[in-house]
């Protein structure tokens, strides 16, 4: 028995010891997301590290001075990886940096895009806690003291060089920032969007710069856990009304295509918000388009039909032209359709993922 506990005591000795040494391994231990955190601005417009996963999401559509369109996005993605959390070294992966750059112009019919990648550190990657600051390399978005945001990314066939200047309140998705993506209160992020944006700047291609204007939506979510098991991908739009309101639906897909979950928010001109939940939001696909890069077959022209206690509205969205695909697997991220898309009374933003193969997040 007294051998029998010397031995016990040992055992437990050595592991102390190995818990305490600096080379044991120490995961991280992600928080999740709770319906009863209050966000905070302008705190919130930041970078949220502890958690697993981010992203600041900027669309919109862009007027040239001879009176074209063209549709943009710039998003930072924030990672957080399962490694040892004490690793002293600056080249310790513990947060990975994303970037995506796309430039919808009709006349080449067919999406411009560039993207970057980076572990956080270094002096060359970062994004900021307590305001919005995120940086790869010469790619930023951060906002200034005059509550605009600015963005530059300079692609290799294009550059955007935006400001944003918010017209309306915050717009919290969900319950209070809170938003359902599964069956699951666990399978959620914190979200907020900031819509109709005023946008000025201007965009560089082919060595030519031209001034612009339009109208953009920006969508910022952190989260751990976020997709169900089943999901393989999800379709998202957020449109900016022409009246001043504001609409965002989603649904999450399984492999047969059938919804796991669905949601989204309809924000009034006058600022009075539904949100929407499973029955509230149902997509019918009209057209299909198939990548001749990927094979990917996207349902790029729907109508979106949304219910809420004051009734039901359609739109049908319509893409700018179809060939508006994102492959950025040579930065480390999935193939997507990101699309410019109108709707009578509205323009905005379409994504599409998980059409090519499951996305993993």
């Known amino acids: 028995m007294a051998r029998g506990l010397k031995r016990a005591g040992l055992a437990l000795l050595a592991v102390l010891l190995l818990a305490a040494a600096p080379d044991a391994p ?35 559509w862009l007027k040239t001075q001879d009176g074209r369109d063209l549709g943009f996005q710039v998003t930072f993605f924030r990672s957080r990886l399962s490694v040892d959390q004490r690793n002293p070294s600056a080249f310790a992966p513990k947060q990975i940096l994303f970037a995506h750059a796309g430039l919808s112009d009709p006349k080449l019919g067919r999406l411009q895009h560039d993207g970057r990648m980076a572990r956080a550190g270094l002096g060359l990657a970062q994004a900021k806690v307590g ?27 294009f550059t955007l060089d935006l400001a944003f200047a918010p017209t309306q309140p915050v717009l919290l998705q969900g ?14 992020s914190h979200y907020y969007s900031l819509p109709h944006l005023k946008v000025t700047g201007s965009v560089i291609q082919g060595g030519k710069r031209v001034k612009v204007t339009g109208e953009a939506w920006l969508d910022h979510e952190w989260s751990s856990t976020l997709l169900d098991p089943k999901a393989v991908g999800w379709d998202w739009v957020g449109l900016n009304l022409d009246d001043g309101g504001a609409l965002t639906a989603f649904r999450v897909r399984d492999a047969a295509g059938q919804t796991v979950w669905a949601g989204g928010s309809l924000r009034s001109a006058g600022g009075a918000t539904a949100h929407l939940g499973p029955s509230d939001v149902s997509f019918t696909t009209e057209r299909i388009w198939r990548s001749p890069r990927t094979g990917g077959r996207y349902p790029v022209q729907r109508e979106l039909v949304v219910r809420t206690p004051a009734g039901e509205r359609r739109w049908r969205l319509t893409p ?25 009374g509205a323009r905005g933003y379409l994504e599409l993922t998980g059409y090519v193969s499951p996305l993993k997040m």
Do not use: C
Request: hydrophobic share 35%.
């Open 175 to 188: 319950d209070r920032g809170f938003s359902r993506k599964g069956p699951l209160p666990s399978q959620a």
């Open 26 to 60: 120490v995961m991280p231990v992600f928080p999740p997301v709770r319906p009863d955190q209050a966000l905070s601005f302008p705190a919130d417009h930041g970078a949220h590290p502890d958690y697993r996963t981010e992203w600041w999401y900027v669309t919109g």
């Open 320 to 344: 700018l032209f179809d060939d508006q695909e994102l492959d950025s697997r040579r930065t480390g991220g999935p193939v997507y359709w990101e699309g410019a898309v109108r709707a009578p």
């Open 131 to 157: 305001d919005a600051d995120i940086v790869i390399d010469d790619w930023r978005l951060a906002r200034g003291p005059d509550n605009r945001f600015q963005a530059r990314a300079k692609a290799d066939d």
